[in-house]
């Protein structure tokens, strides 16, 4: 149980498109969800994090007009990279509040390459 | 706010040798702590928690003792094996919310068969 996904794994697409990543649990209901970034070799950086129905609290240094998110349903989530850049390449991962509290659930990650 | 900090890798043992890597936090109270572990191409799994202190997370061989006199969570294993080659990430929620979760650097472990 506890199962996260998302979709696509990979995606290369051109400079000034936009891209949208969809995270999904497959088994259970997930009022809050989170995106997270990781550039090679380091660490995860907290993105935002996506309530059920409301808007996505962003973190401090986050263009919320670049990564717009949007959590339709208790277990969809979907970040849309808009105007892609190069810069903008990165593995993005997404999790998902568990039912115990403390406990997130992640996904496999999406490896996003801007040409 | 809380933070955590690992050592640096990259950790690079034969196989069966004896790992510890590193972790120390710094927080108001005392926040549970975890290790995730990332296996390459992969998102994060959670390997191990400890939810006080003295408490002692293990799971697939790896062990963590919460330690609050020395503010420690080191990761250990007596014996590492090819498979075990991976990220790990010594983790603890922020003070403001028990949903979010610091990360340290992350330390990569290389295993020699």
């Known amino acids: 149980g506890a199962v996260v996904s998302q979709h696509p794994s990979w995606v290369i697409c051109k400079s000034g498109t936009s891209v949208k990543i969809e995270c999904r649990s497959l088994d259970f209901q997930a009022t809050t969800m989170f995106w997270y970034r990781q550039f090679p070799k380091q660490s995860l950086m907290l993105m935002a994090t996506?309530?059920?129905?409301?808007?996505?609290?962003?973190e401090q240094g986050v263009e919320k007009d670049k990564f717009l998110i949007n959590h339709a349903s208790l277990t969809l989530s979907t970040l849309t990279v808009t105007s892609a850049h190069p810069e903008d390449s990165s593995f993005y991962i997404c999790?998902?509040?568990?039912?115990?509290?403390?406990?997130?659930?992640f996904g496999p990650g999406t490896r996003l390459l801007v040409l | 706010g809380n933070s955590v900090t690992q050592m640096e890798g990259p950790v690079t043992l034969s196989e069966e040798a004896f790992l510890t890597i590193n972790c120390t936090y710094t927080a108001t109270g005392y926040p549970s702590l975890f290790w995730y572990v990332q296996y390459p191409g992969e998102g994060l799994q959670l390997l191990l928690k400890a939810t006080k202190a003295d408490d002692k997370g293990s799971n697939k061989g790896f062990e963590a003792t919460y330690r609050k006199e020395t503010t420690s969570f080191h990761l250990e294993k007596g014996s590492v094996q090819v498979s075990d080659s991976a990220v790990y990430f010594c983790a603890s929620p922020t003070y403001s919310s028990a949903s979010k979760i610091i990360f340290g650097s992350g330390t990569r472990l290389s295993i020699r068969p």
């Open positions: 999790s998902a509040d568990g039912v115990a509290q403390e406990t997130q659930y």
């Open positions: 996506s309530n059920e129905g409301s808007k996505a609290t962003y």
